[in-house]
């Protein structure tokens, strides 16, 4: 069974902490991986696409890496700001499903402390 | 930029109740989702439709159906509404044409309260 989870569940830092957020899969073969943040009571809004063939992607304090056989990402984020305070949810995009299915993480909830 | 927008950004309705949510995207997309969100449960894929009047169930389509008469606007319906179905819904869209680089686009959310 395809499933996608993420630790830790919730996560508190004091501000200007470097911290990292955690995503699993358990298929390696995948066309894509993306991270999203959701603010409360909102929707989500795409931080980073990792094709397949690719290790890491870059945006402003984000980085996200990709280690697909090992079925791992990673979501790094510098110098934390209350601003970054939300819900990380990261999604998979496997290979092997009969149609355009993206699997979501539980996500981690951020509390960036001023 | 990719617009999705939803109907309502609250609704509350009664047990037995038909509902429509409505979702319309701005960006000729061909494929639209419609997803729940509950604690603890994550996202939920409930249907998604890869053109005007195709469909497919996705993981928990009971109780719900859909409706893709134009290809910018998907619907959501709940025949009779059930407390159960008190939640967060999301719509999505993506172009559907590279797998590799195709990103799903979501709206505000509609929370929805069955009393």
């Known amino acids: 069974k395809q499933e996608v989870t993420q630790i830790p569940a919730a996560l508190s830092v004091p501000e200007g902490e470097n911290l990292v957020l955690n995503c699993s899969f358990t298929d390696s073969a995948i066309y894509n991986l993306q991270w999203f943040r959701q603010d409360p009571g909102k929707g989500l809004t795409s931080l980073l696409l990792?094709?397949?063939?690719?290790r890491e992607q870059t945006s402003g304090r984000l980085n996200a890496s990709l280690d697909k056989s090992s079925g791992r990402s990673t979501l790094y984020i510098a110098a934390s700001q209350p601003g970054d305070s939300a819900t990380y949810l990261c999604a998979v995009r496997f290979l092997k499903t009969s149609y355009d299915k993206v699997i979501f993480g539980p996500g981690t909830s951020l509390s960036v402390i001023p | 930029d990719v617009k999705v927008t939803q109907s309502s950004r609250y609704l509350v309705k009664r047990t037995g109740e038909k509902v429509f949510l409505e979702c319309v995207q701005d960006?000729?997309?061909?494929?639209m989702f419609w997803y729940r969100q509950d604690p603890g449960l994550g996202l939920r894929l409930i249907y998604f439709?890869?053109?005007?009047?195709?469909?497919e169930k996705g993981d928990i389509p009971e109780g719900y159906s859909v409706s893709r008469e134009k290809k910018e606007r998907f619907s959501l319906i709940l025949e009779s509404a059930s407390t159960n179905q008190t939640s967060m819904y999301l719509c999505a869209s993506s172009y559907g044409r590279d797998y590799r680089t195709d990103t799903q686009y979501f709206g505000p959310g509609t929370r929805l309260t069955v009393l």
């Open positions: 439709s890869y053109d005007v009047k195709m469909k």
């Open positions: 960006m000729d997309h061909e494929n």
């Open positions: 990792i094709q397949s063939s690719q």
